[in-house]
């Protein structure tokens, strides 16, 4: 077995990162030791070791959740062609969060420069978003602010680039190391934020959008058409006449793809109509979750827009969605969902998904 000798200083961020990619990306089992005068990850087995530079962790001891733990920029650039041409990475040019860019060999031992576990922790952990104050209309970090934007690798899956580096290098050591194998899957998901344009709408917004069909989209024959389905939807029921009901035609689509679809539904207004106009205790939104369950489909929350820095709020409309889902007997294993208008604070927001119990954002 593996066995991985990590500095002191910040152990449950440095268990967090191994146990992600060695053991969840790779599939490798390990032990774990910290060696106090150390100043480098090791990993060894058979008598060989892969060295590899630890930055971030060093630095951020000092200095946590400080603007100085940051990476310096511009990056350097690892050109991997010379070291390294058999890694499976986007581009043979990568970019170096923290550490150097070299590989060394001697007898029985390989010495990175890259520091690759802590480099992964930044990314993943979201480690900027919790130091730089940057935030849009929304209380959102902007992309435009991140490390990933302003070094040009964006679009570049850097932290599986990194998994390969240290596969590589592993592999060279230990050829006899098998890997989990991963497959790519296609998860798709919904958000629920208006389910029906007419259903919650009274006359009077019926009044104006007819009256934006003849003016602004100066199509009368719109306008009739729009009072036919609110007629449709409001005195017949007839849920398919509404433009917004395209919940059938989704499923059909995920099944005829053999997929499965989430559909995430708001379940309280923390923030008024931004929210939504539906309640979840409506008889069309409780029919739409039995359809949606009979059909196979997944169920998952939605929370609302003021949700992201309170536990409490979190917790009460997962607590809502599980008694009405409840009610209607349906039962699932694995809960899940994502913020409405994308609102995120690290780490507050992963604590509150955490705390209400549900399995995924």
């Known amino acids: 077995m593996l066995t991985v000798s990590l500095p002191s200083g910040l152990e449950t961020a440095r268990q967090y990162i191994l146990a992600v990619l060695v053991g969840e990306f790779l599939g490798l089992p390990f032990r774990t030791e910290i060696q106090e005068k150390s100043d480098n990850v090791q990993i060894s087995a058979d008598d060989r070791v892969l060295t590899i530079t630890d ?12 603007p100085k733990s940051l990476p310096n920029l511009p990056l350097e650039h690892w050109e991997l062609a010379d070291d390294l041409p058999t890694a499976n990475v986007v581009s043979p040019s990568l970019p170096v969060i923290f550490g150097q860019s070299y590989l060394t060999s001697e007898e029985k031992r390989l010495n990175l420069g890259l520091d690759i576990f802590g480099s992964a922790f930044f990314m993943l952990s979201r480690y900027e978003e919790a130091v730089i104050s940057e935030r849009d209309s929304h209380d959102r970090f902007p992309a435009s602010a991140s490390l990933a934007y302003q070094a040009d690798f964006m679009h570049r899956p850097i932290v599986n680039e990194y998994v390969e580096i240290l596969w590589t290098c592993m592999k ?59 007629m449709k939807v409001k005195r017949f029921n007839d849920m398919m006449a509404d433009p917004c009901y395209t919940f059938d035609a989704i499923m059909d689509i995920s099944e005829s793809h053999d997929l499965r679809s989430a559909f995430y539904f708001i379940t309280d207004h923390s923030a008024g109509s931004i929210d939504g106009l539906y309640t979840i205790e409506h008889p069309e939104i409780r029919r739409l979750l039995r359809h949606i369950h009979a059909r196979g489909h997944e169920i998952g929350l939605h929370p609302s827009y003021n949700t992201y820095r309170v536990p409490t709020q979190m917790a009460k409309e997962f607590e809502i969605l599980k008694q009405a889902c409840e009610s209607e007997g349906i039962e699932q294993n694995v809960w899940g969902g994502r913020q409405h208008f994308l609102r995120w604070e690290t780490p507050t927001t992963f604590r509150n998904w955490e705390a209400a119990g549900l399995n995924y954002d």
């Open 172 to 230: 060279q050591l230990w050829p006899q190391l098998e890997r989990k194998p991963r497959e790519f899957r296609m998860q798709l998901s919904h958000d629920v934020d208006i389910p029906f344009q007419y259903l919650f709408h009274s006359p009077i917004f019926l009044l104006r959008y007819m009256a934006a069909d003849i003016l602004k989209r100066h199509s009368p024959s719109k306008a009739v058409k729009t009072w036919i389905n609110w």
């Open 55 to 66: 930055c971030f962790f060093k630095q951020a001891a000092n200095a946590w959740l400080q």
